[in-house]
């Protein structure tokens, strides 16, 4: 693919991933907590940081990779750069595979590190990407993690996508084993499985992005660039980001969960701490806010964002992340069928 189509492409992705709305109809709103009157806490005392293996996130909350690889995109890029610096929220570029094919267009990922040089920045490759490449897209951005986005339905619904896929899982653990920062396995809105978790565990991955279904669909995007738009039919393809999570219930003690995909409110976020996810990502929200109103607005948004988990945790009496575990959760008729459907081992500690 030349640089120029390469370019369009990026273009098109935002250009449809904004025109996307949220579903209707939701699984968080399948889970529910259980209310109870009186909490035993101030809202001052709620602490939001986040503890994994290899760094602690001072909030829980994360600018989920969106985009690079046009000169838009770099605009973008900026844009959410500044709210991460200004509100203390880490940041994930999109595919930095444009960068590594093309230099011209380092300038719209590594801007995001230019405009936030203290932040903490997640940089993003495929998991088809050679290690070498793998390690030029960690110092594009002296990220503090890399990002592997697996993407096989995207691929496949996308006009010239990947068609091979037999050496992703090799390669993941050979990008492992060879750089210096933690790599943070990350679906792309499909959601993942008990047994993408224990395959993934046993190559050795420590963080992974359950990203489930509900948020920015690619089967969507890509269909839209067919010729004949033919393949609509795959649109709820995939587990949401309620199933992933339970999906990720027997792994939590030795792979940090971040969760993303159709994340719309505060109570979305604090459910997904809740169901065991270490911290949670969202993209067109942050994507829509910044390129509708603005960037003060857009940190005014993430700083109620913020200040409305605080609340709710306070509502459940839950001071820590960790505290948001032991409370009392009633699932849906649907989700409990899925997890007998499935052999989870859900329970609340």
């Known amino acids: 693919m030349s640089h120029s189509l390469r370019e369009q492409r990026k273009n098109e992705h935002v250009e449809i991933a904004m025109s996307q709305s949220d579903a209707i109809q939701s699984d968080f709103d399948k889970v529910r907590f259980v209310h ?57 570029v999109g595919s930095t595979h444009a960068a590594l094919r093309n230099p011209k267009m380092a300038e719209s990922f590594n801007i ?47 006009p010239e996508g990947n068609r091979e896929f037999a050496t992703w899982m090799g390669n993941i653990a050979t990008i492992i ?44 995007i890509e269909n839209e660039r067919r010729s004949n738009k033919d393949m609509n039919y ?15 219930t027997d792994y939590q003690d030795r792979i940090n969960i971040f969760a993303s995909g159709g994340l719309r ?38 700083e109620s964002f913020l200040n409305h988990m605080k609340e709710i945790m306070t509502m459940l009496d839950a001071q820590n992340i960790e505290a948001l575990r032991h409370k009392d959760i009633v699932l849906s008729p649907e989700l409990m069928s899925w997890i007998e459907q499935r052999g989870l081992d859900f329970h609340r500690r």
């Open 112 to 158: 995001v590190r230019k405009t936030n040089p203290e932040g903490a920045i997640f940089s993003n490759v495929g998991a088809d990407v050679p290690v070498d490449k793998a390690l030029q897209a960690v110092e594009l951005l002296d990220a503090q993690a890399l990002q592997i986005h697996v993407n096989s339905p995207q691929e496949l619904v996308m």
């Open 177 to 220: 084993n060879r750089i210096n920062v933690p790599v943070i396995v990350k679906e792309v809105g499909f959601g993942m499985s008990k047994e993408t978790f224990k395959a993934l565990s046993e190559i050795g991955v420590s963080y992974v992005d359950v990203s489930g279904r509900g948020g920015t669909n690619f089967v969507e």
């Open 36 to 92: 109870h009157s009186i909490p035993s806490i101030n809202v001052n005392q709620v602490d939001l940081t986040s503890y994994t293996t290899h760094f602690d996130m001072t909030l829980p909350v994360y600018i989920n990779a969106m985009t690079g690889g046009s000169e838009w995109t770099k605009q973008i890029n900026e844009k959410l750069a500044i709210v991460a610096r200004e509100t203390g929220l880490a940041m994930a």
């Open 234 to 248: 795959l649109s709820q393809w995939g587990q949401s980001t309620v199933e992933s999570l339970l999906e990720s």
């Open 265 to 302: 409110t505060p109570l979305d976020a604090v459910k997904c701490l809740a169901l065991g996810a270490k911290a949670v990502g969202m993209s067109r929200p942050f994507l829509n806010q910044v390129e509708q109103t603005g960037i003060t607005n857009t940190v005014d948004y993430v």
